[in-house]
């Protein structure tokens, strides 16, 4: 007894095969949670970004300030100034020791 079976094509075009289905939803489910993960984790470093910023900005103007105060207070005049108050005074004659 021989069996044959002919394949109708209608009856294999109507099924698409389920593992398909499924590995097709966990696909694009697990893609979903990833894009939410990148999503949080993008907008958690931006603030941190923006954070690191702004204590950037404000390093670099206490350093500005700094680098004012210490041209200001190296200048001559104010050495000069601050000298003459301590009682030190120019010398009129200068002796070498040899």
Do not use: C
């Amino acid at each position: 007894m021989t069996y044959i079976h002919k394949l109708d094509q209608q009856e294999s075009k109507k099924k698409f095969p389920r593992k398909y289905v499924v590995l097709t939803v966990m696909g694009l489910f697990i893609l979903t949670i990833i894009e939410i993960w990148a999503s949080n984790t993008v907008s958690a470093y931006g603030e941190k970004y923006e954070k690191l910023a702004v204590l950037e900005r404000n390093l670099k103007m206490e350093n500005q300030i700094l680098e004012n105060e210490i041209a200001k207070n190296s200048s001559l005049t104010d050495i000069a100034s601050k000298s003459a108050e301590l009682g030190f005074s120019i010398s009129q004659s200068i002796q070498y020791i040899r």
